[in-house]
């Protein structure tokens, strides 16, 4: 069975959980609209994605909003038109659940002591979107 946990950031990324093997692969988040399709396409059959969801600081501009909730859109018709059922999470739900503060350094070091032998894919702090990913699919593997 594979869950796939989205953190839909520009430096987001796919993770695709195998719970039968306890592994989990990353993919960082394709650019375009086909490499996202085609991404789900080799990921292959997916039980459920757990997505994060958008947050919007106060501070930011009306286009960098537009540009966040129009690559949110693009995902989430991805998602359906690959059939992947879609469960969606806010950062803070799923960072409460396990224990987790805004620090993307604890989100690699948790990664990393889950799944310690996939740990090099986020060995890099910009791999951070590689690690949150990860989580969310744990995340959504406890809500089954």
């Not at 839909?8 to 592994?23: H, R, Y």
């Amino acid at each position: 069975m594979i869950i796939l946990g989205i953190d839909p950031g520009k430096q987001g990324a796919f993770a695709a959980l195998d719970v039968t093997e306890w592994s989990v692969t990353t993919y960082d988040m394709p650019d375009t609209i086909d490499g996202r399709r085609e991404l789900l396409s080799a990921i292959g059959r997916v039980s459920v994605a757990w997505v994060e969801r958008p947050f919007y600081p106060q501070k930011i501009g009306v286009r960098h909003v537009a540009t966040i909730a129009e690559g949110f859109g693009i995902l989430q018709a991805c998602l359906a038109f690959a059939g992947v059922p879609t469960r969606f999470v806010e950062p803070s739900a799923w960072k409460k659940s396990l224990r987790l503060s805004a620090d993307k350094a604890a989100s690699r070091q948790l990664a990393s002591m889950t799944w310690p032998d996939d740990a090099e894919q986020w060995k890099l702090v910009k791999h951070d979107g590689r690690a949150e990913a990860a989580l969310i699919a744990l995340y959504g593997w406890s809500k089954r």
